[in-house]
């Protein structure tokens, strides 16, 4: 008879527990933006005005909101006022063409749309779907601002509705998809506290750590380590993009825990912390993706910035594990990047018949664990595959070292990761495809010194007349810009490479496009 209370007193929440720092320190500053900063009280005070504007609007619990904004504080507040009434928030990524970004939205409906000045032209001039509804959209500045002063008061105590709860779920951030179109990845409010516990254990992160959310927001990095420092009582130090001379003045100004830094920027930040001469206040953990980045400069911008170098392996699915154990320690030039698993999962090596492979034998990443994801949106097939026997199924093949350590592979499903961007041949293909004049095209990765890799193009032809600029004119009009082919390269129809079934063999158009 008590399991409903009970259920209720361990209930947190993304937003009740913001709401905890708030009360606990009204006056520490939580969010630094340019020229502007907010105390928690302030912050909380504009959260609480930004909910009663939603829910007099007719915002519920479960209903899906979307952003499209470059980072400001307003994409916080809207965060945190979604998290108090229920609702999501479906981040858009401003990167991407206009046909993408139709489809993103079309796939979750929103019932109101939010944006900057900056993408409101663009946001107006997207196509929509037949089927569906008209976008009402908010513009970030005196638009927003009337909004929030025309609000209802809340009470203090009502500023979180009691019936969220952690699984509900709270934000929904963009994967690239096999059939090349992006799925929706819903995070919940029980992974979103789960991620920041995890990182806060395994790097010995404090409250009072402060993150720079330079990164974009629809991204999880920033957006995981974002609300995280929120819930715990730090700063967020809001950054508009790869900023690296301001990027160098807050690390010499604030005490960091985690410093994103991203391949295809290690290099030129450590040149702007060398040029500079930055002495940093701190940091406890810097980078991602260290498989991509050169390991010179790895060892490079870790004596620079005074702090490890992450060897983790995770994914917008699962946050910073499974893999989010082990750091290449300062000023080292790494010979090997085994992988230690984080304690806070558990994972198996699966062969093609979803079989436990034995240690030394590659097998497919799966995992399971309280910083999962609640699935794809709207996506039921995809979900009954990707969680099939009660295990998230990630794509990507490790073997099991005799130590326990893990060593990457391949990835099950042919992906390039470009500059902290994912990409699916499938995406780049399927606009070439839609030309009348190309009979075949296959996109694989070559590696880049900047970016990690970029996706080169083989197109076979009708015609012989059709030039690659035609093709990457396309492209440039369907495709964000980091999905862009660096190359079209024309062969034959004949010289696919292809297995016993037909399928075309990327490895070997690879060794033809280094």
Known sequence: MFASVINQASGSTVASLFVAQARRAPARVAIVDGERSLSYGALADRVRRLASALAARGVQRGATLAILSENRQEYLELFLAAASVGAIVACQSWRLAPPELSHCLDLVAPTLVFCSPRHAAALAALPRGADAPARAAIVFGDEYERLLAGAPRREVRAAVAPEVTPEDALLILYTSGTTGLPKGAVISHRAEIIRNLVVRAEYGLQPSDAFVAWSPLYHMGAADNALGTLMSGGKVVIVDGFDRARLAEVVAGEQLGILLLMPGMVSAFAGELEARGVRPKGVKICGV??????????????????????????????????????????????????????????????????????????????????????????????????????????????????????????????????????????????????????????????????????????????????????????????????????????????????????????????????
């Open 289 to 514: 993706m260290a498989d991509l980045v050169p390991p010179a400069e790895i060892a490079r911008v870790t004596r620079l910035v005074g702090a490890p170098y992450g060897n983790t392996f995770g994914a917008t699915e699962t946050g910073w594990p499974p893999c989010s154990s082990n750091s290449i320690p300062i000023g080292v030039v790494p010979t090997r990047l085994s992988k230690e698993q984080s304690p806070s999962c558990e994972i198996k090596l699966v062969g093609p018949d979803d079989v436990e492979v034995p240690d030394g034998l590659p097998g497919e990443l799966c995992m399971r664990g309280p910083t999962l994801f609640s699935g794809y949106y709207r996506a039921d097939a995809v979900n009954a595959h990707d969680f099939r026997g009660g295990w998230f199924h990630m794509g990507d093949v490790f073997v099991r070292n005799p130590d326990g350590t893990l060593d990457f592979v391949d990835r099950l499903k042919y992906l390039i990761k470009s500059g902290g961007e994912n990409i699916y041949p499938a995406e780049i293909e399927r606009v070439l495809l839609s030309h009348p004049r190309v009979a075949e095209a296959a996109v694989v990765r070559r590696p880049d010194p900047r970016w990690g890799e970029v996706p080169v193009a083989f197109v076979a032809r009708h015609d012989p007349e059709l030039a690659a600029e035609e093709l990457l004119g396309l492209c440039r009009a369907q495709l964000a810009g980091y999905k862009q082919p660096k190359e079209i390269r024309f062969i034959a129809a004949e010289e696919f490479p292809r297995s016993a079934s037909g399928k075309i063999q990327r490895h070997h158009l690879e060794e033809k496009a280094r």
